[in-house]
């Protein structure tokens, strides 16, 4: 009632406004000196514009807009009500054949109304932010300075218009000529070089960064804030917006690694994948795991009927199976505690809910514990479990399935890293036995944050208080965020034929020294307080990581960030002969003979 009440009073005043309009057409129509006959025409024909332009505000709903926070889309659609005002007006006056009348004021009056309806809107507006200046809730906030060019800072500052917490007291810009510029009130003070001198300047205690996600100025410009000492913040990214939880995407947020990455977000083929996915039984193995598990988040928000979540790991799956039920209530969710080196056991499995499609993640991926006493384990997961998960799929009518590999397959010079492109070739050559499959492995390099990469390791090394262990200082290594890694995993399902290796784009390779270097910055310490030292490469490890063996080449796909690779010659795999050999080779193999036999079977194996 009183919100009726409200927009009743609002249209009142509106009309009132017309009126007057309607009286100084006329009189600046006559030169300001109206005479007698024509103001008693005016107040006669009144009544036209007060009706059609009551009718036009209604029928655009111009009536239900809060005045206080009127902006751009609420003055366009002023705008197209007056038009249509304006238009019944003039029918309505040329229709009652007015004696005399001017028609110069059918184009005086809709300028005037524009003029006094917009004036008062943006008068209650600038009088709700005085009043909300008054009260102390912007001063309250935070000062910060938005670092990026004009167009940037321009949709930053309207991100943070209004909020509680921080409060914009200055533009830092890469572009030298925009210093001393202006937009809503704030000054270009500096360029990123002198943003420590800028934020002791202006009290400033936070920077915003408001370049784009992949520009290549980006990182560059977080770093020069974090070593102006500043609390680096940055917008969400657009899908931060769907999260289940708003709080996500409420506002600024601390900058995270992966925003110092520079690495655009992935563009999906969204109905191509809910073809795949809605409405289908999906099978992840390793479900349990980093990838494993943002793959699983990533289908049931495509809308899987059926996600069965297979991994050896009790916590793991226990986990995952509290985070989707509460995430994705109408999911329906299997979670099965299964070793994928159990044929028989993955068979019951895939019988029992006939998936049409399998995400294969399921492995084990540390390089130096693989590498020493764990030589057989890696064999039995990696490559006995990739086959039987495989031939399973293809018994059972699954129609598409993808293996989870890795960069380290490439020339790999560790035990895991053969492992994994035995697997590859493993799952080629089960590929070849079964036609209606489709059989797809991709390739990518770290992931940031998932478990055992060297970001946790650094994380709880600095929590401790350092000293940060690199390995050597030139080691180089591709990253990717998780989700990135998943949505492209689901991509190359989608578009691969089968027996392809697809290769993910990793973008530029990062140094692991500047990456200890770039987490010691966003935890607030210097490289004084938290020293790097260097403990030496660990066996089987490579200086730099390869996404393409040497006698491969690629060849690009519809989506810029995958690519095929394409092997010079398929090799032929006895399938029967691998399995045969890793189940008797018992439960402690000398570590020589499984690298002798791995070095039969991937030619470019070269073991250090």
Same mark, same amino acid.
């Given at each position: 009632m009183l919100r009726s009440r409200h927009t009743l009073a609002q249209l009142a005043l509106d009309l009132v406004l017309v009126a007057w309009a309607w009286a100084g057409a006329f009189w600046l129509r006559f030169n300001l000196d109206l005479p007698d006959d024509y103001a008693q025409l005016a107040w006669q024909g009144v009544w036209v514009p007060l009706a059609a332009y009551a009718l036009a505000l209604l029928a655009l709903r111009v009536d239900r807009h809060?005045?206080?926070?009127?902006?751009?889309?609420?003055?366009?659609? +002023?705008?197209?009500?007056?038009?249509?005002?304006?238009? +019944?007006?003039?029918?309505g006056v040329l229709m009652l054949r007015l004696p005399q009348f001017p028609r110069a004021v059918l184009l005086i009056h809709p300028l005037l109304v524009l003029v006094v309806l917009a004036g008062v809107r943006a008068l209650a507006r600038s009088l709700a932010e005085r009043e909300a200046g008054a009260s102390g809730a912007a001063p309250a906030g935070r000062r910060l300075l938005v670092v990026g060019t004009l167009q940037e800072a321009a949709e930053a500052l309207r991100a943070i218009k209004g909020s509680q917490h921080w409060?914009?007291?200055?533009?830092?810009?890469?572009?030298?000529?925009?210093? #001393?510029?202006?937009?809503?009130?704030?000054?270009?003070?500096?360029?990123? *070089?002198?943003?420590?001198?800028?934020?002791?300047?202006?009290?400033?205690e936070a920077a915003l960064v408001a370049s784009s996600p992949g520009t290549p100025q980006r990182r560059e410009v977080m770093l020069q804030a974090a070593d102006a000492g500043l609390t680096l913040l940055t917008l969400p990214r657009a899908d931060a917006w769907l999260q289940a939880d708003p709080s996500a995407a409420s506002g600024p947020r601390r900058v995270?690694?992966?925003?110092?990455?520079?690495?655009?977000?992935?563009?999906? *083929?969204?109905? #191509?994948?809910?073809?795949?996915?809605?409405?289908?039984?999906?099978?992840?193995?390793?479900? #349990?795991?980093?990838?494993?598990?943002?793959?699983?988040?990533?289908?049931?928000?495509?809308?899987?009927?059926?996600?069965? /979540?297979?991994?050896?790991?009790?916590?793991?799956?226990y986990a995952l199976e509290q985070e989707l039920r509460e995430a994705h209530p109408q999911l329906q969710g299997v979670y099965y505690t299964a070793n994928v080196r159990e044929a028989e056991r993955l068979r019951a499995i895939f019988e029992r809910h006939a998936p049409s499609v399998a995400f294969h993640a399921a492995a084990y991926k540390h390089v130096p514990l693989m590498e020493q006493l764990n030589e057989v384990e890696a064999l039995? @997961?990696?490559?006995?479990? @990739?086959?039987?998960?495989?031939?399973?799929?293809?018994? /059972?009518?699954?129609?598409?399935?993808?293996?989870?590999?890795?960069? =380290?397959?490439?020339?790999?010079?560790?035990?895991? %890293?053969?492992? =994994?492109?035995?697997?590859?070739?493993?799952?080629?050559?089960?590929?070849?036995?079964?036609? %209606?499959?489709?059989?797809?492995s991709v390739r990518f390099g770290n992931?940031?944050?998932?478990? #055992?990469?060297?970001?946790?390791?650094?994380?709880?090394?600095?929590?401790?208080?350092?000293?940060?262990?690199?390995?050597?200082?030139?080691?180089v290594r591709y990253f990717m965020t998780i989700p990135e890694a998943a949505q492209l995993v689901l991509q190359a399902g989608l578009m691969g034929s089968s027996g392809q290796i697809f290769v993910l784009d990793m973008g530029e390779p990062v140094k692991i020294l500047d990456l200890a270097r770039m987490i010691i910055r966003l935890s607030g310490k210097t490289e004084e307080e938290i020293p790097i030292t260097f403990s030496?490469?660990?066996? %089987?490890?490579?200086?730099?990581?390869?996404?393409?063996?040497? *006698?491969?080449?690629?060849?690009? @796909?519809?989506?810029p960030k995958l690519r095929v690779a394409r092997v010079s010659g398929l090799q032929s795999?006895?399938?029967?002969?691998?399995?045969?050999?890793?189940v008797g080779a018992g439960p402690a193999p000398e570590a020589g003979a499984v690298r002798s036999w791995l070095m039969a079977r991937v030619p470019e194996y070269a073991a250090r």
């Amino acid at each position: 009632m009183l919100r009726s009440r409200h927009t009743l009073a609002q249209l009142a005043l509106d009309l009132v406004l017309v009126a007057w309009a309607w009286a100084g057409a006329f009189w600046l129509r006559f030169n300001l000196d109206l005479p007698d006959d024509y103001a008693q025409l005016a107040w006669q024909g009144v009544w036209v514009p007060l009706a059609a332009y009551a009718l036009a505000l209604l029928a655009l709903r111009v009536d239900r807009h809060v005045w206080r926070y009127a902006g751009l889309p609420e003055l366009r659609q +002023l705008a197209r009500a007056l038009g249509l005002g304006a238009a +019944l007006t003039a029918a309505g006056v040329l229709m009652l054949r007015l004696p005399q009348f001017p028609r110069a004021v059918l184009l005086i009056h809709p300028l005037l109304v524009l003029v006094v309806l917009a004036g008062v809107r943006a008068l209650a507006r600038s009088l709700a932010e005085r009043e909300a200046g008054a009260s102390g809730a912007a001063p309250a906030g935070r000062r910060l300075l938005v670092v990026g060019t004009l167009q940037e800072a321009a949709e930053a500052l309207r991100a943070i218009k209004g909020s509680q917490h921080w409060r914009a007291v200055g533009i830092v810009s890469p572009l030298p000529q925009e210093v #001393g510029r202006s937009l809503q009130g704030l000054t270009v003070v500096a360029t990123p *070089d002198s943003l420590a001198e800028a934020a002791q300047d202006h009290g400033a205690e936070a920077a915003l960064v408001a370049s784009s996600p992949g520009t290549p100025q980006r990182r560059e410009v977080m770093l020069q804030a974090a070593d102006a000492g500043l609390t680096l913040l940055t917008l969400p990214r657009a899908d931060a917006w769907l999260q289940a939880d708003p709080s996500a995407a409420s506002g600024p947020r601390r900058v995270a690694l992966e925003d110092l990455l520079g690495r655009s977000p992935v563009q999906l *083929d969204v109905a #191509g994948l809910a073809e795949m996915i809605s409405g289908q039984t999906v099978l992840v193995t390793g479900a #349990g795991g980093s990838i494993g598990s943002e793959l699983c988040r990533q289908i049931a928000r495509l809308g899987a009927a059926r996600l069965v /979540c297979v991994d050896v790991s009790e916590y793991a799956i226990y986990a995952l199976e509290q985070e989707l039920r509460e995430a994705h209530p109408q999911l329906q969710g299997v979670y099965y505690t299964a070793n994928v080196r159990e044929a028989e056991r993955l068979r019951a499995i895939f019988e029992r809910h006939a998936p049409s499609v399998a995400f294969h993640a399921a492995a084990y991926k540390h390089v130096p514990l693989m590498e020493q006493l764990n030589e057989v384990e890696a064999l039995r @997961t990696n490559v006995l479990g @990739t086959l039987n998960a495989a031939r399973v799929a293809g018994e /059972c009518g699954v129609r598409r399935f993808v293996m989870i590999s890795t960069d =380290k397959a490439v020339n790999p010079t560790n035990i895991m %890293g053969a492992s =994994k492109r035995l697997a590859e070739l493993v799952v080629q050559a089960v590929a070849a036995e079964n036609t %209606g499959t489709q059989y797809v492995s991709v390739r990518f390099g770290n992931v940031l944050g998932s478990s #055992g990469s060297v970001v946790p390791l650094f994380t709880s090394q600095i929590a401790k208080g350092g000293p940060v262990t690199v390995t050597h200082p030139d080691i180089v290594r591709y990253f990717m965020t998780i989700p990135e890694a998943a949505q492209l995993v689901l991509q190359a399902g989608l578009m691969g034929s089968s027996g392809q290796i697809f290769v993910l784009d990793m973008g530029e390779p990062v140094k692991i020294l500047d990456l200890a270097r770039m987490i010691i910055r966003l935890s607030g310490k210097t490289e004084e307080e938290i020293p790097i030292t260097f403990s030496g490469l660990r066996p %089987g490890e490579k200086l730099f990581e390869e996404l393409l063996a040497d *006698d491969e080449t690629t060849e690009p @796909t519809p989506h810029p960030k995958l690519r095929v690779a394409r092997v010079s010659g398929l090799q032929s795999l006895d399938l029967d002969a691998v399995e045969g050999w890793i189940v008797g080779a018992g439960p402690a193999p000398e570590a020589g003979a499984v690298r002798s036999w791995l070095m039969a079977r991937v030619p470019e194996y070269a073991a250090r």
